[in-house]
Each structure stands twice: as structure tokens, then as C-alpha cells.
């Protein structure tokens, strides 16, 4: 038995090894790449993921005691145990912040939600810019919403999960990465309104289009928590303030050039970024939706400039792996995700995966740095109950 059920299966008989006990069920949350729309979500802007098929899996079963003991496969291999009620942000420490974190996030709410016994797996990395923070609190979201019977709406429960990343992990993450863990569908991207959270299903057929989209692991390992994040979103907060804007979300292509002079130097081509980039997604969603998923490959490399020269969150490593992909074949690429490391998405041709992969590990070997991990990206399921 291979595929979705023997993976229920197993988490199921890891979690009774564990806990000596019978989960009440099994959940499942996808990693992601963002298409394009990168640092937009927290500028009340637009984005375009897609959930890979890359997951994290959990049993869990509710506990009367008020403990809420966590396991994980890729933990130290102990049980976290915490008490619920004491649940408080800087309490916690390591990766158990992060489930913990919907659980304090969901009381904060108002929710009456008590223990549980949980253990995970996963097989989205950590830390290459593929979201496995919000796989892991999307999976724990979903497991409490159905155990404690809370029927929150999707986009409710992302926003528990950011909150959760937000206040209890301490990085200041957009919402963008746990709608896409909760929201996503196969087989599509999902076009994604940070405002409103109003998300559309667009398309993306790529098998169809003899496409392939690569995903290459720089292995630089980013750290979101540190200040180089918050440093970027106070720079956008200080430009919308000047410009007398919500957020930079409201600021059109056609008035970028006259705000641009206004600004400060360097507040500048953070604006110009956040603008170009929401424009991006615009015409990303266009190309999408008339079956021309070939038209992405310039809009990425497009995006890839402007994290790299106006934003400023790309890495040599990142620049190499673009540069390689498009030399040898991609029609596009670029670095996903916050940046300073992570992955880069390439668009290829079908015929070319393997030459691509190949050009871009040589051109690392080349210079020195580690190779590359290489995955295929292939739009997949939201999170949901899997046994
Ligand atoms: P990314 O979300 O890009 O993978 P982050 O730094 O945001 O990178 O999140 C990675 C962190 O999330 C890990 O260092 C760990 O603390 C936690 N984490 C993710 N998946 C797991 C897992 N399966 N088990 C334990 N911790 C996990
Ligand atoms: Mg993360």
C-alpha cells in the first residue's frame, strides 16, 4: 500500500506507539511555492500560490486534562508537554511554538478548545522557503477545528495559523502562506486578495502545456525571525503612511512614478517593488486564465529583478540558480518565498527538466557552493482529513 492512505495509516500507528492510544483522526497541510507576488501580503496586496504535494501529517486525539503533548518525527524525539491554559507568547520555545501557537491563538479568539495528544511528520523541509511553518500550523488548525468542532471558515483558520506564526513564533509572516496551505486545490493557483481574502482558483495545467515547474533548493538556510523581515515591513508601513495610504496595495502603476519622487531614497524601490509586483499578479492571473501558463516564464524573471535590485531579499546562491535555469533552457525563474536564502521556482519546457537541474547544480559545483536540492512543484490539495 502505497500513497495518501498508507501515510494516514502510518502516522496513525506512530501516534499509538507514542501516546499508547488511538488518535481521533488524521489531517494533512501542504507546503507551497508562491507563482508570484512576493512580500505583497503584508502590503494588503496580491499573490499567486500553489500547494505542493509535499505535506505535513498529524494524528491527534482531544485530552480532558488540559495538556496539549506534542510530537513530532523531525522533533528531538520527546514529547512537549505544555498546559493549555498557560499558554503565553515567549513561553514557548523551539518548533512546538508553532502548534502551541494555534491553540493559544485559538483561545485568544474565544474558542472553547481544551488538550490534545498530537504527533506530526512532515516531508515539506524546513526552512527552504516552502512554508513548512504554516504546513505544520495549517495541519494543527484543521485537526482542532473538526476535534473541537469549531467550523471556522477556511480564510478564519488562516488567519488563527498567522496569528499563531505572528505573535506566538514571533515572525511577523504575512497571511499568505497559510491561505495557501488551507485554501489551495489541485491541479490550480490560487489567486489570492490579502485585503479581503477573497481567493479565485485559477487554472494551471501544466502537464497539459508540456511544462514542468522545477523547485531548486539553494539550501541557504533563511531566518524570518531575525530583523530583516520586520525591517522591510516597517519600510513599507513608513512609505504608505507618507503617501497617505491604507497599505501600499492602494497605490496603482500609474501613479507609481509621481509617488517615486516623493519618497524617501530608501523607501523608494520598496514602492516601486510592491507595486510592479501586485501588477505582476495581475498579469500572471490573465495568462493563467487563457490557457497560456508558458506566458508566466518572463513575469518570474521580471519578479526575480525586482526582489534581487529594488526589494533587496535575494542571495548569490538564488541569483546563480535563476541565472543557470534561464541560461539553460527555463522560460522563467525566480526566488519564492521571503527570501535570504530558500528556493527558486524555474518554469521549463518538459523536455529540459533534467538539462536545467543539471546546468543549474553544475553552475553551483562551478563557484563553490553546496549543491542544490532539486523537487518538481506540482499544484496539489489543501489541507484537509486524511483517515
Ligand atoms: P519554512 O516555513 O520556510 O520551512 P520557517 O523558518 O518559517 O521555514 O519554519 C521552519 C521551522 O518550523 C522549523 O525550524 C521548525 O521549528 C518548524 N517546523 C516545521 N516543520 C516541522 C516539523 N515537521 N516538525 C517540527 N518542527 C517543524
Ligand atoms: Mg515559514
Known amino acids: 500500500m502505497t500513497g495518501p492512505a498508507a501515510e494516514a495509516a502510518a502516522v496513525r500507528r506512530e501516534f499509538q506507539r507514542i501516546h499508547g492510544r488511538a488518535p481521533e483522526g488524521g489531517w494533512a497541510a501542504p507546503g507551497r511555492v508562491n507563482l508570484i507576488g512576493e512580500h505583497t501580503d503584508y502590503n494588503d496586496g496580491f499573490a499567486l500560490p500553489m500547494a505542493l504535494p509535499q505535506t505535513t501529517v498529524l494524528a491527534a486525539g482531544r485530552r480532558d486534562d488540559g495538556l496539549l503533548r506534542l510530537h513530532s518525527a523531525q522533533g528531538d524525539g520527546r514529547v512537549t508537554e505544555l498546559a493549555v491554559a498557560d499558554l503565553a507568547p515567549g513561553r514557548v520555545s523551539g518548533w512546538a511554538r508553532y502548534p502551541a501557537g494555534v491553540v493559544w491563538a485559538l483561545r485568544e479568539r474565544g474558542l472553547p478548545v481544551g488538550g ?177 501558463p508558458e506566458a508566466l516564464g518572463p513575469l518570474l524573471t521580471a519578479g526575480h529583478a525586482s526582489l534581487r535590485d529594488d526589494y533587496r531579499v535575494s542571495c548569490p546562491e538564488a541569483d546563480l540558480a535563476v541565472e543557470s535555469a534561464v541560461a539553460a533552457g527555463a522560460l522563467g525563474a525566480r526566488m519564492t518565498g521571503g527570501g535570504f536564502g530558500g528556493s527558486v521556482i524555474a518554469l521549463v519546457p518538459a523536455a529540459a527538466a533534467g538539462s536545467v537541474a543539471r546546468a543549474v547544480t553544475a553552475a553551483f559545483a562551478a563557484v563553490g557552493f553546496a549543491p542544490p536540492a532539486v523537487l518538481e512543484a506540482v499544484p496539489s490539495a489543501g489541507a484537509r482529513r486524511i483517515g
Do not use: I, K, W
Open 116 to 292: 490534545a495528544d498530537v504527533h506530526l511528520d512532515s516531508t515539506v523541509p524546513a526552512g527552504a522557503g516552502l512554508s513548512s511553518s504554516a504546513a505544520l500550523e495549517c495541519a494543527l488548525a484543521v485537526a482542532y477545528d473538526e476535534l473541537y468542532a469549531l467550523r471556522l471558515p477556511r480564510p478564519e483558520l488562516a488567519r488563527v495559523a498567522q496569528h499563531a506564526e505572528n505573535a506566538f513564533a514571533g515572525v511577523p509572516c504575512g497571511v499568505m502562506d497559510q491561505m495557501a496551505s488551507v485554501c489551495c486545490a489541485e491541479g490550480r493557483a490560487l489567486y489570492l486578495d490579502s485585503r479581503s481574502l477573497e481567493v479565485r482558483q485559477v487554472p494551471f495545467d501544466l502537464t497539459g502545456h508540456g511544462l514542468r515547474l522545477l523547485v531548486l533548493d539553494t539550501r541557504v538556510a533563511h531566518d524570518l525571525a531575525d530583523g530583516a523581515y520586520a525591517a522591510l515591513r516597517a519600510g513599507c508601513e513608513r512609505a504608505a503612511g507618507l503617501l497617505g495610504l491604507a497599505a501600499l496595495r492602494d497605490l496603482s502603476e500609474a501613479d507609481l512614478a509621481g509617488a517615486l519622487a516623493g519618497l524617501p531614497r530608501d523607501l523608494a524601490p520598496l514602492v516601486r517593488h510592491v507595486v510592479t509586483e501586485n501588477a505582476r499578479v495581475g498579469r500572471a492571473v490573465e495568462r493563467l486564465t487563457a490557457g497560456e
